[in-house]
């Protein structure tokens, strides 16, 4: 009977050792899934990485044409000011000129009455 009992024992421990084995076995096969899920991830991140500099160093470049434009167009609304100034100045001599000419049309005529008279 102590002989049985001996096997018996061994025959559990067997089964321990097969249930350990085999639950260490799938804890590696989880292990694995998990190491590749974590790759996938990794190589998602390292994708979304690489596509928001890309969209970044785009984004700069878009605002530094557009800083660029907006210099251009300063330049340009300052050119027209300038040029809307020396308009005036010119509408102003202008009107000058015309004031000048109706002074001289009542000279002419103030002459005119003038010689009449004599």
Do not use: C, P, W
């Amino acid at each position: 009977m102590v002989f049985n009992m001996a096997r018996l024992q061994e025959q559990a421990a067997g089964y321990g050792m097969q249930e350990v084995l085999k639950r260490a076995s799938e804890d590696s096969r989880k292990l694995r899934e998990i190491e590749d899920r974590l790759e996938i991830l990794e190589n998602r991140l390292i994708t979304v990485e690489r596509s928001t500099l890309e969209k970044d160093q785009q984004f700069h470049e878009r605002i530094e044409h557009i800083e660029a434009d907006l210099k251009n167009m300063i330049r340009t609304v300052d050119d027209l000011a300038t040029t809307v100034d020396r308009f005036n100045r010119n509408m102003e001599r202008l009107a000058t000129k015309t004031e000048l000419k109706q002074v001289e049309k009542m000279a002419e005529l103030l002459l005119d009455v003038q010689k009449q008279e004599v």
